[in-house]
């Protein structure tokens, strides 16, 4: 009875969200602590339970598309803070479009190397090109480049998830933490994930975060698979 349960599509997206939820009253009773994010406790109960119950990802995939569906509306709706702050940001274009174009090719350039140096396999290295863009433009790339899709997923995960959980601090030990940097930052590094931690800390930070975010996605969409 408890396989057949968990064969279900929607019994494992019922746990996603029940994850995230969870996650988030933690994430609150902490004082919305930056090191711990409901997206990552989230994720790692959920990767629990998948461990714990010897479930298949492709088993747990089936939910997650009813999931992923929703994720152009998600993104749509993150015009309305950019229309608040259109009218500045038009004045910034050519050097916001400057600081995405250098901060995305330079953590590809980065992750690669390293992954080259420390790994040493052309695949991985392939499709650690993709980590820092939204997970269906990761896996549309890494299709192109001939790389993993599903580890291209899962670098784009933890990219987010990290990314959400230091930048903001680290600029402020930096005194860098201005909502256009903030913003910046996170949709260059944490694309969604880091998104929805700008909309967090105000509708400045999470306007120039979705810009960020799109326009890397659109550059690395571009030029990644020409590049690679």
Same mark, same amino acid.
């Given at each position: 009875?408890?396989?057949? /349960? ?13 994850? !995230?939820? &969870? ?36 088993? !747990? ?9 929703f994720l152009g509306p998600v993104v749509v709706g993150l015009a309305v803070p ?17 600081? /995405? ?12 190397? &390293?992954?080259? !140096? ?30 993993i899709t599903a580890l291209a997923a899962a670098f784009v995960m933890v990219t ?15 005194? &860098? ?30 306007? !120039? ?20």
């Amino acid at each position: 009875m408890l396989v057949t /349960i968990l064969q279900q599509p929607t019994t494992w997206l019922t746990i996603t969200l029940g994850a !995230y939820l &969870l996650g988030l009253s933690i994430y609150q009773k902490l004082n919305h602590a930056s090191w711990l994010p409901p997206v990552l406790s989230g994720f790692v109960l959920v990767t629990f339970l998948l461990w714990a119950t010897d479930t298949p990802y492709s088993t !747990y995939e089936q939910g997650g598309q009813l999931l992923s569906f929703f994720l152009g509306p998600v993104v749509v709706g993150l015009a309305v803070p950019l229309f608040y702050h259109i009218h500045k940001m038009k004045k910034q274009f050519v050097t916001i479009l400057i600081a /995405i174009t250098v901060g995305s090719l330079t953590t590809v350039g980065v992750a690669m190397a &390293l992954a080259h !140096y420390w790994i040493g396999i052309d695949v991985i290295t392939t499709t650690m090109a993709s980590k820092s863009v939204t997970t269906p433009v990761a896996v549309a790339i890494t299709e192109q480049t001939g790389g993993i899709t599903a580890l291209a997923a899962a670098f784009v995960m933890v990219t987010g998830i990290i990314g959400a959980a230091i930048i903001p601090s680290l600029l402020k030990i930096f005194k &860098l933490d201005s909502p256009q940097i903030t913003g910046i930052s996170l949709g260059v590094c944490a694309h969604a994930v880091g998104t929805s931690r700008a909309i967090e800390l105000g509708q400045e930070h999470a306007a !120039y975060s979705a810009m960020a975010m799109t326009l890397t996605a659109t550059l690395h969409a571009v030029l990644l698979p020409w590049l690679i």
